[in-house]
């Protein structure tokens, strides 16, 4: 029973962020957003929990549901500008949506809920919030664009994932981070075209997902777990190692193709001071997720002979292929441009 349940709260999930993409209004993406966020809520709650997993949903819920308040005013008031005929550009009112819609997608400055209700979740949780619930509230972000906002908004989250990463213990903080951080690369992507940050998007819930589908099979949560765990197939802490510089976007790997894709179009665009900036946060992102990979080699590696058999066969199929794809995906989409 409880497995129907949350089949149908998932699909009300989904179902919501559908109603907020496809709505040509602003009051059906709201409802289409409390949809999504009340389907959520449950969701949070199911399978195994921990002594945080209460505390995120309650934080979750009252940050959405100010952010939701919030937004609802900000569309009344714009309806009010509209209906009155007052012919004035109130940017007030547009500053106050694209605040709303960046809290509820955890970019900085209103990134403050993020890291502690990831804490809280399970791993396919943290990936649902770090993924999927973003889409609807960057598609919202896309029509209402304003330079001078996003540019506050794209160094502090750059800056703010850059540096938060760097004192974490917490394997599911230092992705929280690593998530605000590619949020804003997908804002400044979003200053080009809408296709440049979707595509950005997808490969980063690729990348987020082959990490994090290891850290599930092998319950990882804390960074002395990695460089304890003996049991853990060389081949697979090989793997791991690999994924976690494509999603800090080092070349020759899949994660450093939507960033080669931004700096380009930026450089087209003239804008050498951001995209400086980008990239010197970005070599920083990569030294925690060298120090990560160091302890996951050097640091106690040691193997008892009676463990060399142990193998987790809990959805490694599906955690090689996405591997597979995370390390080769630029080789092969670069001789598939090529050949066209």
Request: proline fraction near 2%; charge should be positive; charged fraction near 5%.
């Amino acid at each position: 029973m409880k497995k129907i349940s949350n089949n149908i709260f998932f699909i009300m999930l989904i179902l919501g962020s559908l109603i907020t993409i496809s709505s040509n209004s602003w009051l059906s993406a709201w409802m289409g957003l409390e949809i999504n966020l009340l389907s959520f809520i449950p969701l949070m709650n199911e399978g195994k929990k921990n002594l945080m997993t209460s505390e995120s949903s309650l934080k979750y819920f009252l940050t959405q549901a100010f952010a939701s308040s919030i937004l609802l005013f900000s569309i009344i008031l714009m309806m009010m500008f509209f209906n009155n005929n007052w012919l004035i550009h109130n940017n007030f009112n547009d500053l106050l949506i694209l605040s709303t819609l960046m809290l509820k997608s955890g970019a900085a400055p209103f990134h403050f809920w993020f890291p502690s209700v990831i804490e809280g979740l399970s791993w396919i949780n943290s990936l649902i919030l770090m993924t999927w619930q973003k889409i609807a509230p960057l598609m919202l972000i896309s029509y209402n664009s304003n330079y001078n906002f996003f540019l506050i908004a794209i160094i502090l989250s750059m800056l703010v994932g850059t540096l938060g990463g760097l004192n974490q213990t917490s394997l599911r903080k230092l992705m929280a981070f690593s998530s605000i951080n590619h949020l804003g690369w997908m804002l400044m992507a979003m200053l080009i075209n809408d296709l440049l940050w979707f595509t950005y998007f997808i490969l980063y819930s690729i990348l987020s997902m082959s990490i994090i589908m290891i850290f599930n099979n092998f319950k990882l949560f804390h960074f002395n777990q990695i460089s304890n765990l003996s049991l853990m197939n060389p081949t697979i802490k090989f793997f791991m190692f690999l994924n976690l510089l494509s999603l800090g976007g080092l070349p020759p790997f899949l994660g450093f193709l939507p960033k080669w894709l931004v700096i380009q179009n930026m450089i087209n665009l003239n804008q050498f001071f951001l995209l400086f900036i980008a990239t010197c946060l970005t070599l920083i992102t990569l030294y925690y997720y060298l120090r990560m990979s160091y302890s996951i080699f050097m640091l106690n590696y040691n193997k008892n002979s009676w463990m060399l058999g142990y193998n987790n066969n809990n959805n490694l199929n599906l955690t090689l292929i996405l591997n597979f794809i995370s390390i080769t995906g630029l080789m092969f989409i670069t001789l598939i441009y090529l050949i066209i």
